[in-house]
């Protein structure tokens, strides 16, 4: 079995930054292509950020610039979102995802950007 465990969510001021953790273990058979969405209250699930197991990173447009994708050098399977500037709008509920052929959720982190 997979677990995916998220954490490093909370409460901050517009302008500010957060960094987000995702641990995946258990039966991974490679470095694995990882993910993180989020969806806020009463919206869809989006994507917004992707790194490959060759470390090619993608984002959202909502999000470039911004925030930054990066897996951990000794646990390939651990990656984080580091997120500057934030806004009110990027307030929602993060999960990170990885898919190798079954997909795999965690719980999720709640993210609040309020003055």
């Known amino acids: 079995q997979v677990q995916v465990v998220e954490s490093g969510g909370g409460l901050v001021q517009p302008g500010g930054s957060l960094r987000l953790s995702c641990a995946a273990s258990g039966s991974i058979p490679l470095v694995v292509t990882m993910r993180w969405y989020r969806q806020g209250l009463g919206k869809e699930r989006e994507l917004v950020a992707t790194?490959?197991?060759?470390?090619?990173?993608?984002y959202a447009d909502s999000v470039k610039g911004r925030f930054t994708i990066s897996r951990d050098n000794a646990n390939k399977n651990t990656v984080y979102l580091q997120m500057n500037s934030l806004k009110l709008e990027d307030t929602a509920r993060y999960y990170c995802?990885?898919?190798?052929?079954?997909?795999?959720w965690g719980q999720g982190t709640q993210v609040t950007v309020s003055s």
């Open positions: 790194i490959t197991g060759a470390r090619t990173t993608t």
């Open positions: 995802n990885l898919a190798f052929g079954p997909s795999y």
